[in-house]
Nanobody
Framework: QVDVVESGGGLVQAGGSLRLSCTAF???????????MGWYRQAPGKQRDLVAT???????NYADSVKGRFTISRDNAKNTVYLQMNSLKPDDSGVYVC???????WGQGTQVTVAS
């Protein structure tokens, strides 16, 4: 089944910005508003790491490496979670995956490449 679908990735220069979107469909959409959502990143040769999460109440947490540069937000009316990424660095590159981590729901990911 299609659960969550990401979009917004691409190739940008260092210092640029991207906004990623993730929309939940079907059963995932019906429980979106009560679910914690997260963005995770997997770079080549590295483990998949948490980037940011947002709870159903709006509480957020971020990896230390992105604090002050990335912002996670959600729009429950659209069943969509966003990741605004500013001041991008080459080390931010990787496949960004959207998840309902407490429900074991994972998207296919969207590629982000930051050129130096």
């Amino acid at each position: 089944q299609v659960d969550v679908v990401e979009s917004g990735g691409g190739l940008v220069q260092a210092g640029g910005s991207l906004r990623l979107s993730c929309t939940a469909f079907g059963a995932a959409g019906r429980i979106f508003s009560i679910s914690r959502m997260g963005w995770y990143r997997q770079a080549p040769g590295k483990q998949r790491d948490l980037v940011a999460t947002i709870g159903s109440s709006g509480s957020t947490n971020y990896a230390d490496s992105v604090k002050g540069r990335f912002t996670i937000s959600r729009d429950n009316a659209k069943n969509t979670v966003y990741l605004q990424m500013n001041s991008l660095k080459p080390d931010d590159s990787g496949v960004y995956v959207c998840s309902m981590p407490l429900r074991s729901v994972w998207g296919q990911g969207t590629q982000v490449t930051v050129a130096s």
